[in-house]
């Protein structure tokens, strides 16, 4: 898990990039600019996108999230396939408006499908840090929980 949320974090650094090199070309920095999709997807690159997977590969790296649990494995699932759906639906239907093929029908409900994963798996991500703040309270005491003498 830990490898597949650095490489997911280094995608996203690497998209950034890259859209940004190519909003250098006149042509292509009109039609990102004038399309709100494609504006909104760039965004939620720079802030979902690429600062969420950095922390969350921060986080697994230092060991605040236990990987070996199966909820936190899930959970970062959720919230990786949640940013990577957005992303493709957000570009996707910005694309399809700059072919001239209009709105994908239900793109808005599969937005909502797909971003309501960020938070579901954050949540569990929370849950799961509390869990584990309150073993670790009890077995140490609090104030040694604080501390982090794990």
Same mark, same amino acid.
């Given at each position: 898990? %830990?490898? &597949?949320?650095?490489? %997911?974090?280094?995608?996203?650094?690497?998209?950034? &990039?890259?859209?940004?090199?190519?909003?250098?070309?006149?042509?292509?920095?009109?039609?990102?600019?004038?399309?709100?999709?494609?504006?909104? *997807?760039?965004?939620?690159?720079?802030? =979902?996108?690429?600062? +969420?997977?950095?922390?969350?590969?921060?986080?697994? !790296? @230092?060991?605040?999230?236990? +990987?070996?649990?199966? &909820?936190?494995?899930?959970? =970062?699932?959720?919230?990786?396939?949640?940013?990577?759906?957005?992303? !493709?639906?957000? #570009?996707?239907?910005?694309?399809?408006?700059?072919?001239?093929?209009?709105?994908?029908?239900? @793109?808005?409900?599969?937005?909502?499908?797909?971003?309501?994963?960020?938070?579901?798996? +954050? *949540?569990? !991500?929370?849950?799961?840090?509390?869990?584990? #703040?309150?073993?670790?309270?009890?077995?140490?005491?609090?104030?040694?929980?604080? %501390?982090?003498?794990?």
């Amino acid at each position: 898990m %830990v490898v &597949v949320v650095l490489v %997911v974090a280094r995608a996203m650094a690497l998209q950034e &990039v890259l859209v940004q090199a190519a909003v250098a070309v006149p042509a292509v920095a009109v039609m990102a600019f004038t399309i709100r999709h494609y504006v909104m *997807g760039f965004i939620h690159m720079n802030t =979902l996108g690429t600062m +969420t997977m950095l922390l969350l590969a921060y986080a697994v !790296l @230092h060991n605040w999230c236990d +990987t070996r649990r199966a &909820v936190v494995r899930i959970a =970062l699932g959720l919230v990786i396939t949640g940013i990577i759906g957005s992303e !493709l639906l957000l #570009f996707g239907q910005g694309t399809a408006f700059w072919a001239g093929w209009g709105l994908i029908p239900g @793109h808005y409900w599969h937005l909502v499908i797909a971003s309501s994963l960020i938070p579901l798996g +954050t *949540g569990m !991500l929370l849950v799961q840090a509390l869990v584990r #703040f309150r073993s670790s309270s009890v077995r140490s005491g609090p104030a040694q929980a604080i %501390v982090g003498a794990d």
